[in-house]
């Protein structure tokens, strides 16, 4: 089987957003990548209007919207002509510079060019100019090669299995021509058929590092590029939509990341919390104040923690809507062109969505704990704080009471003390353990003292009797149901 191709074409559908640090990225991309690598002296200029799809291209007229370019080189010696053209536009907040580089299928004198070896193709992307890493728009990008397998435009029977392992080779070949060997390949993911003709996909998105997504559409039927061209608008929306969906998937797998190692680090640092939390005892001052200290950091983690969830439910609502915009435009294909099989485009909703919705919904279902455990942690502490700061309270106020309570009784000592003790006012006061007799004044500060000090111990007493109260009824009531209990 010839390893050669007709009329090969390079599209690339790249996307940045509007609102960036740098908003003309794909425009200046283009225009450098079209004067070093193709000799082009036109520019690319745009003209932003308002609108939700806009066509950018400044010197636009009502039938055309793109940039036409030609460039010489060559092949194999040979030399060739290689045409191009590159649409700017705006869907939204999303900038999009769909760029087409093709081996014209007609030559000057409208005769059929020949056909080419597949090393055709490292020339429509030279020096890897078309690869994800050079071109680096925000949104991602998807790249697809068309070629006709013959100049007759057709091969049939394609469908059987020895001629469809035969055109998986020859797409895997393309892929390896068409991308230098400094890049990596990406994985072969899936294939299918669209319009008529076998097409197959490469690059997994599921695996950030490294992606590109690459579509190598091997037309094998007649009408399959017409229908393509009839409907290059919706694949350029689609291509949007798409690439905006694993653009937000992706980058909800980076907070993830981020939101696993916030998970641990929130149950390590809870586990420890509880850890030295005395259950049995009082808490001490250092430890009832690193208790407070907890109180003022628990909500600052409990903000950080929360604003992630945030975010990973802002990635989940983007890949919603931009694939429910996704399956719109494939309804939009399916009802112009009722009799087509367009599974292959649906395979994208059908599965990889349903796979990243499932992955993020799992992944909020899980860290929606941490969220969990930071609240149950800030209750528990504010729990004992409260307790601890109760029985401080509480004790400082039997002491205060018992005090209190002391000194009156004290007081009423001193004044009961002159009807009790006979006063000797000539008596002098002699120096101590000099008589067998306590001076009359030293009786009263002792009678004094005595009725403090019986003040303060029966009021110490009632007091706890008072606040064990409920305890000692308790106590009762199980030691009664007890022993009726074993009665029975």
């Not at 045409?83 to 030559?107: F, K, Q, V």
């Not at 001629?163 to 892929?175: G, H, I, S, T, Y």
């Amino acid at each position: 089987m010839a390893r050669k191709v007709y009329a090969p074409n390079v599209h690339l559908f790249a996307f940045h957003l509007k609102d960036s640090d740098t908003p003309n990225l794909l425009w200046d991309k283009c225009n450098t990548l079209l004067s070093q690598r193709f000799s082009v002296t036109k520019r690319l200029e745009i003209e932003e209007q308002p609108g939700y799809r806009v066509d950018l291209f400044k010197d636009k007229t009502a039938d055309d919207v793109a940039l036409h370019f030609e460039s010489k080189m060559f092949h194999n010696g040979t030399p060739l002509t290689i045409a191009g053209l590159a649409t700017p536009l705006r869907i939204h907040d999303t900038y999009i510079l769909a760029l087409n580089l093709r081996r014209p299928e007609l030559d000057e004198n409208q005769k059929k060019t020949n056909p080419l070896d597949l090393n055709i193709l490292e020339h429509l992307n030279p020096s890897g100019c078309l690869m994800p890493s050079e071109v680096g728009s925000s949104l991602g990008q998807t790249l697809l090669l068309t070629v006709w397998y013959t100049e007759e435009k057709q091969w049939l029977p394609w469908k059987s299995p020895q001629n469809r392992q035969e055109l998986r080779k020859l797409a895997d070949n393309c892929l390896r021509e068409f991308i230098p060997n400094q890049y990596p390949y990406p994985d072969f993911y899936r294939e299918g058929q669209l319009f008529g003709s076998p097409i197959f996909e490469y690059g997994v998105p599921t695996q950030e590092e490294d992606y590109c997504r690459i579509l190598i559409w091997v037309f094998c039927e007649s009408d399959t590029s017409d229908k393509f061209i009839d409907h290059y608008s919706s694949f350029v929306n689609l291509f949007c939509y798409l690439n905006k969906v694993v653009a937000a998937f992706q980058r909800s797998r980076q907070v993830h990341d981020v939101v696993r190692q916030d998970y641990q680090a929130i149950e390590t640092y809870i586990y420890r919390i509880f850890q030295g939390m005395p259950v049995d005892k009082l808490l001490t001052q250092d430890e009832l104040n690193k208790f407070k200290e907890y109180l003022k950091d628990i909500p600052q983690k409990y903000l950080s923690y929360s604003q992630l969830i945030s975010e990973l439910d802002h990635y989940r609502l983007d890949v919603d809507i931009n694939a429910q915009n996704y399956r719109r435009e494939i309804n939009d294909i399916q009802s112009q062109l009722p009799a087509e099989d367009i599974s292959f485009l649906a395979c994208f909703f059908n599965e990889d969505y349903s796979l990243f919705t499932q992955q993020i919904q799992s992944d909020l279902g899980y860290f929606q704990h941490g969220i969990g455990l930071l609240e149950k942690a800030l209750t528990a502490i504010q729990g004992r704080v409260e307790i601890e700061q109760a029985e401080s309270d509480r004790s400082l106020q039997n002491t205060v009471a018992i005090v209190g309570v002391g000194l009156a009784a004290a007081a009423i000592g001193a004044t009961v003390a002159p009807y009790v003790i006979p006063t000797e006012p000539r008596q002098p006061i002699l120096p101590p353990f000099s008589t067998n007799h306590f001076h009359p004044l030293t009786q009263s500060l002792l009678l004094s003292l005595v009725f403090g000090a019986m003040g303060a111990f029966i009021t110490k007493g009632f007091t706890a009797l008072t606040q064990n109260r409920r305890a000692i009824t308790g106590h009762l009531t199980q030691l009664i149901r007890g022993g009726s209990n074993n009665t029975d």
